[in-house]
């Protein structure tokens, strides 16, 4: 591919990519598919045709948000957004692109923080005073938290896949209302969270399907087996296929508790589409998801 070309799918206007891409563009805005979303936090600068979501902290042109919506490839990305816009591109080998060198995952340099986790007292007051979570389930999902240079305490969360193999890492700000609020270290992968406890499960046992980790967090603590989604706002199409996977290898009984918004029915229906047998339970009123709900028992 010709870097001129390149140049074309970077000129692609990022609105017109970012709907193609399902998301529901209003006034320059979106609901950011990167983070648990509910506020339209994804602005749009069409002077610089690019994003930025101002939570997750998300940024990029119209590949950047290819690459992280769909999961894909420097390369791939490329070709999609080509064939979505019937631009002919030469499909000779790419020349090496440093940016996307960089964006894989390097596991060794986290796994060492979640074999000795260490929760300092600000992760200590959020995970067990507001969220009261169980101390077993905080030790099984091997949370940990560390401080940045200028003393910013973050919770960081791993993401593991079924084999128990570190794919990405969720840095979480513990101060309230300090942006940006969650930070991803190159690469990760923080997919369908808490897939390990798929081989806990015993057949026919009730698998609960949370959004979020912190949601997960308050199912486990409540004595159920669940993994979780990462966005309200869309499934990617990894996603997708992860689950539909969790479905055909394991017979389990699907459940959920829908955020108490128009995003969390939404994701409710995407969701029955995939697993045709999921349970719907709704949340008592004053309840927006099942965390507050855990919390107020
Ligand atoms: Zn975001």
């Known amino acids: 591919m010709e870097k001129y070309e390149i140049q074309k799918l970077r000129d692609l206007p990022i609105e017109g990519v970012a709907e193609r891409l399902g998301l529901r563009v209003v006034r320059h805005k ?5 983070h648990d979303d509910h506020h339209a936090s994804l602005s749009f600068s069409v002077r ?32 999609w957004l080509a064939d979505e816009h019937n631009i002919i591109i030469d499909h000779s080998p790419l020349t090496i692109d440093h940016s996307a060198a960089q964006k894989t ?63 990405g890492v969720q840095n979480r700000n ?35 399907i949370t959004e979020g980790c912190s949601d997960c967090w308050a199912m486990l603590s409540a004595g159920h087996k669940a993994i979780a989604i990462p966005s309200a706002t869309l499934l990617t199409k990894r996603d997708v296929e992860q689950l539909s996977m969790v479905n055909g290898q394991c017979s389990m ?18 969701l ?15 309840c927006k998801d099942f965390g507050e709900y855990y919390q107020s028992r």
């Open 48 to 79: 610089r045709n690019s994003f930025r979501c101002f939570v997750c902290g998300a940024s990029g042109g119209t590949i950047d948000l290819v690459m992280r919506h769909l999961s894909l490839g420097f390369r791939e990305a490329c070709r």
């Open 30 to 34: 979106a609901l950011c598919p990167f």
């Open 253 to 270: 009984e699907f459940h959920m508790f829908p955020d108490r918004d128009e995003p969390g029915e939404r994701l409710f229906l995407q």
């Open 272 to 286: 029955q589409k995939v697993l045709p047998s999921l349970v719907h339970h709704q949340l008592p009123p004053g």
């Open 174 to 208: 513990l101060i309230k209302g300090a942006l940006p609020r969650f930070r991803f270290p190159q690469g990760s992968r923080c997919g369908i969270y808490n897939l390990p406890v798929l081989n806990l499960l015993k057949p026919g046992e009730a698998l609960f």
């Open 105 to 167: 995952f390097d596991a060794t340099r986290y796994e060492r923080f979640f074999e000795r986790p260490w929760l300092n007292e600000e992760a200590r007051k959020f995970l067990f005073e507001e969220r009261k979570l169980d101390p077993r389930v905080v030790r099984w999902c091997r949370l940990t938290s560390w401080k940045d240079r200028q003393g910013v305490p973050w919770l960081q969360t791993p993401y593991y896949d079924r084999d128990g193999k570190l794919v």
